[in-house]
Nanobody, 121 residues
Framework: QVQLVESGGGLVQPGGSLRLSCAAS????????MGWYREPRGKSRELVAF???????????SVKGRFTISKNSVDGSKSVTVDLQMNALKPEDTATYYC???????????WGQGTQVTVSS
Protein backbone atom coordinates (compact mmCIF):
# COMPACT_ATOMS: atom_id res chain seq x y z
CA GLN A 1 0.00 0.00 0.00
CA VAL A 2 1.04 3.62 -0.42
CA GLN A 3 3.04 5.00 2.47
CA LEU A 4 4.29 8.52 3.08
CA VAL A 5 6.73 9.02 5.93
CA GLU A 6 7.88 12.49 6.89
CA SER A 7 11.05 13.30 8.79
CA GLY A 8 13.24 16.26 9.63
CA GLY A 9 11.03 18.34 11.88
CA GLY A 10 12.18 19.88 15.12
CA LEU A 11 12.82 23.03 17.08
CA VAL A 12 14.75 25.82 15.40
CA GLN A 13 15.44 29.46 16.20
CA PRO A 14 14.03 32.25 14.03
CA GLY A 15 16.19 32.70 10.96
CA GLY A 16 17.30 29.10 11.03
CA SER A 17 16.82 26.31 8.52
CA LEU A 18 15.31 22.85 8.42
CA ARG A 19 14.98 20.27 5.69
CA LEU A 20 11.90 18.07 5.73
CA SER A 21 11.88 14.83 3.80
CA CYS A 22 8.96 12.69 2.67
CA ALA A 23 9.67 9.11 1.71
CA ALA A 24 6.89 7.82 -0.53
CA SER A 25 6.53 4.18 -1.53
CA UNK A 26 3.99 1.58 -2.56
CA UNK A 27 3.06 2.63 -6.08
CA UNK A 28 4.49 4.25 -9.17
CA UNK A 29 4.41 7.98 -8.65
CA UNK A 30 4.81 9.09 -12.28
CA UNK A 31 1.41 10.79 -12.36
CA UNK A 32 1.22 12.03 -8.79
CA UNK A 33 1.38 15.61 -7.59
CA MET A 34 3.60 15.60 -4.51
CA GLY A 35 3.06 18.37 -2.01
CA TRP A 36 3.73 19.75 1.41
CA TYR A 37 0.99 21.21 3.59
CA ARG A 38 1.06 22.62 7.10
CA GLU A 39 -1.42 22.94 9.91
CA PRO A 40 -0.75 25.48 12.62
CA ARG A 41 -2.35 24.62 15.93
CA GLY A 42 -5.99 25.63 15.93
CA LYS A 43 -5.98 26.54 12.24
CA SER A 44 -6.82 24.85 8.96
CA ARG A 45 -4.37 22.86 6.94
CA GLU A 46 -2.85 24.95 4.17
CA LEU A 47 -0.79 24.35 1.07
CA VAL A 48 2.91 25.17 1.25
CA ALA A 49 4.29 23.87 -2.04
CA PHE A 50 3.85 21.14 -4.60
CA UNK A 51 5.70 19.59 -7.50
CA UNK A 52 3.84 18.26 -10.51
CA UNK A 53 4.61 15.10 -12.49
CA UNK A 54 6.29 17.22 -15.18
CA UNK A 55 8.57 18.76 -12.55
CA UNK A 56 6.93 22.16 -12.41
CA UNK A 57 6.83 23.70 -8.97
CA UNK A 58 4.38 25.89 -7.07
CA UNK A 59 5.39 27.72 -3.92
CA UNK A 60 2.87 29.65 -1.83
CA UNK A 61 3.49 33.40 -1.56
CA SER A 62 3.86 33.21 2.22
CA VAL A 63 7.02 31.12 1.88
CA LYS A 64 8.26 32.05 -1.59
CA GLY A 65 11.93 32.93 -1.57
CA ARG A 66 12.48 31.01 1.67
CA PHE A 67 11.23 27.49 0.93
CA THR A 68 12.05 25.20 -1.97
CA ILE A 69 10.65 21.80 -2.92
CA SER A 70 12.45 19.04 -4.77
CA LYS A 71 11.79 15.45 -5.78
CA ASN A 72 14.08 12.49 -6.29
CA SER A 73 12.88 9.21 -7.79
CA VAL A 74 14.51 5.92 -6.98
CA ASP A 75 13.82 2.53 -8.55
CA GLY A 76 11.98 4.08 -11.45
CA SER A 77 9.22 6.05 -9.81
CA LYS A 78 8.30 3.37 -7.30
CA SER A 79 10.11 5.13 -4.49
CA VAL A 80 10.13 8.91 -4.32
CA THR A 81 11.62 11.37 -1.87
CA VAL A 82 10.16 14.86 -1.72
CA ASP A 83 12.15 17.39 0.24
CA LEU A 84 11.13 20.78 1.58
CA GLN A 85 14.07 23.04 2.30
CA MET A 86 13.04 25.76 4.70
CA ASN A 87 15.29 28.76 5.23
CA ALA A 88 14.89 32.02 7.13
CA LEU A 89 12.26 30.41 9.32
CA LYS A 90 9.81 32.59 11.20
CA PRO A 91 7.70 31.87 14.28
CA GLU A 92 4.63 31.88 12.03
CA ASP A 93 6.05 28.87 10.19
CA THR A 94 5.40 26.82 13.32
CA ALA A 95 3.03 24.01 12.38
CA THR A 96 2.67 20.33 11.77
CA TYR A 97 3.89 19.69 8.23
CA TYR A 98 2.28 16.98 6.12
CA CYS A 99 3.31 15.32 2.90
CA UNK A 100 0.59 14.59 0.34
CA UNK A 101 0.50 12.49 -2.80
CA UNK A 102 -2.40 12.97 -5.20
CA UNK A 103 -3.13 11.56 -8.60
CA UNK A 104 -5.42 14.09 -10.28
CA UNK A 105 -8.56 12.60 -11.79
CA UNK A 106 -7.88 9.15 -10.39
CA UNK A 107 -9.04 9.61 -6.84
CA UNK A 108 -5.79 8.61 -5.19
CA UNK A 109 -4.96 10.91 -2.28
CA UNK A 110 -2.52 9.94 0.44
CA TRP A 111 -1.19 11.77 3.50
CA GLY A 112 1.73 11.21 5.78
CA GLN A 113 1.48 11.27 9.55
CA GLY A 114 3.01 14.74 9.87
CA THR A 115 6.15 16.18 11.42
CA GLN A 116 6.24 19.07 13.88
CA VAL A 117 8.20 22.22 13.12
CA THR A 118 8.57 24.75 15.91
CA VAL A 119 10.29 28.07 15.31
CA SER A 120 11.04 29.77 18.60
CA SER A 121 13.83 31.46 20.47
Amino acid sequence: QVQLVESGGGLVQPGGSLRLSCAASGTFFDFYVMGWYREPRGKSRELVAFISPDGSVHIEESVKGRFTISKNSVDGSKSVTVDLQMNALKPEDTATYYCKAERPGAGGVYWGQGTQVTVSS
